[in-house]
């Protein structure tokens, strides 16, 4: 998906949502594991990501299932996740789907991460984690029509450990007398690469076609967490126009209202995640339903700021 | 597995051999996928480790499958991953087996990553990114007998990306006049919370039988790439105790004898992995045999260490 599709999605849908697919067997509503006990073919998890899925699509515009979830059940959970992906490919091809799997390794190592998540799985993104540096992160790049989100300031009490240490040295050029802070480097950094790969295909399609980079449709998004309150001003100023995937509003305690005032650009610019909130809702037979409402409830709150 | 059971298997063994297995169907034997086309049965990611396995086990004492490999055949890949697991600590129950998943993520979601390395698959230990610091990694600690091996100072190019971050501030009390780099924060922060885990564990166990910290046998490794050469020495002062996990040694170039020189310890404290040098060291029905020379020949170099 490129980003102008992306975006097309947000305002036909006023909506910026993303549900977290964080299907865990001990949360979801009894009749579907009592049904599973009885039943061997019946898939629980598959079974509640589908009726989730079938009752918030209209209210949200992107999917993440975090891979630990999945890798908890074993084979069964990655047959789930591999038929949860199929299904939302087929029913909704409006929707982005975000593995959520914070990969992260050596080169080649990478580049089979990359193969498997944007080849075989065909995903529109995957969560990768930035520690390893460039040749952990650029082999996830350059596939058409498929992003990168790379872990930049998260929204977990440990993303103060290290994510906001300040170098010593300031970045060429700087304005800022204050040291470059982590995760200012990582989305610094990464930019870079992201232009050498984007500049290599347009350079490669161009010699077809004549696109221009943007026209790629690829390249990094990046994950801020809702928590982080005003850091999104100094995110914006060094990434302006990237998308940002926005987790921490609702059970962790963000605010959308803080996340849009500092976070949104001229093409909304924020994906914003919510996980428990919506899929454990409720716990009864109507578990889908409440689903919907609170994801419309969300949705409705996201067409004010997009006015 | 306790440190002392793992420094007893290396004495006994003369060896501190970990055989990586990064199993790539692109590069086993045909005779192999051969086979595998013909009968469905036929399983050739785990046929193959299995003989890898036998060839090599008298000369290793750990075994560290990849998870990107397995993960890149899906369903198949994880039941292969599986079967290889259940196989070694089966057949080889003295064989230390690391999953190398580089996994991470907010405290509720890591905490399911362990559950589901230590408790379901059973393995040792498990490779770590530090990124989203103190609460995406101490769920993987507390679990008696198993390991976190966080990654410091990775043998790949990007490890100059970030891990050498300087910061602006001296750690208190520090001797050094430079800043601390980032890998060094990661080692010394991660002691910190491994202390505060297994003070808790052994109060726990102690109030039923006084047994002291170190007796629980469990806590953080790190991962130190062999191309680092005269880092080991600056890990050393860090981490005089830690197991180090080193990749890079043969296919990336690292040399056994300068890791041996700057990291080991007076428990050996190392833990040298080798991958495609060993596992695809032949490609003909001989594979396996070849796999197994080529890991005594590199114990016979490690012996020669131990002295």
């Known amino acids: 998906m490129t980003r102008q599709q992306l975006f097309e999605n947000i305002r036909r849908k006023q909506s910026f949502l993303c549900v977290g697919l ?4 001990r949360k979801v509503p009894v009749h579907l594991t009592d049904k599973a006990r009885r039943d061997k073919n019946f898939d629980p998890i598959f079974e509640f990501n589908r009726a989730i899925i079938d009752a918030t ?4 515009i992107a999917y993440k299932p975090n891979l630990a979830f999945y890798e908890a ?4 959970g990655w047959m789930a996740f591999e038929k949860t992906v199929k299904y939302i490919r087929q029913r909704y091809p409006d929707q982005f789907i975000i593995a959520d799997a914070k990969r992260g390794d050596i080169g080649n190592t990478s580049k089979l991460y990359a193969r498997t998540f944007f080849e075989e799985l065909d995903v529109d993104a995957v969560t990768v984690a930035p520690y390893m540096g460039e040749d952990s992160v650029t082999p996830f790049l350059g596939y058409k029509g498929k992003w990168v989100i790379l872990l930049a ?5 440990g993303s103060h450990d290290f994510q906001l240490m300040e170098a ?6 700087a304005a800022q007398q204050t040291g470059e802070k982590l995760f200012e480097r990582v ?15 347009a350079g490669e399609a161009g010699s077809e076609n004549g696109s221009a980079p943007a026209a790629v449709g690829s390249g990094m998004m990046y994950v ?3 928590t982080q309150g005003s850091a999104f001003a100094d995110i914006r100023r060094l990434a302006p126009d990237h998308f940002l995937l926005v987790p921490g509003v609702g059970a962790q305690g963000g605010s959308l209202e803080e996340v849009c005032r500092y976070g949104m650009n001229a093409q909304c610019g924020l994906i914003v995640n919510s996980s428990r909130a919506i899929i454990y809702a409720d716990a009864t037979e109507q578990f889908a339903d409440v689903a919907g409402q609170k994801a419309r409830e969300v949705q409705q709150q996201m ?5």
Chains 1, 2 share one sequence.
């Open 73 to 76: 059940h074993g084979v069964m």
């Open 224 to 226: 801020v967490g809702a």
């Open 153 to 157: 300031l998260t929204s977990n009490k």
């Open 22 to 25: 964080d299907t865990d067997l």
């Open 187 to 201: 989305i610094r950094k990464s930019q870079e690469w992201e232009r050498t790969v984007l500049e290599t295909m």
């Open 168 to 173: 010593q040295t300031l970045p060429a050029g």
């Open 57 to 60: 699509a209209p209210y949200c």
């Open 303 to 307: 067409a004010a700021f997009l006015r």
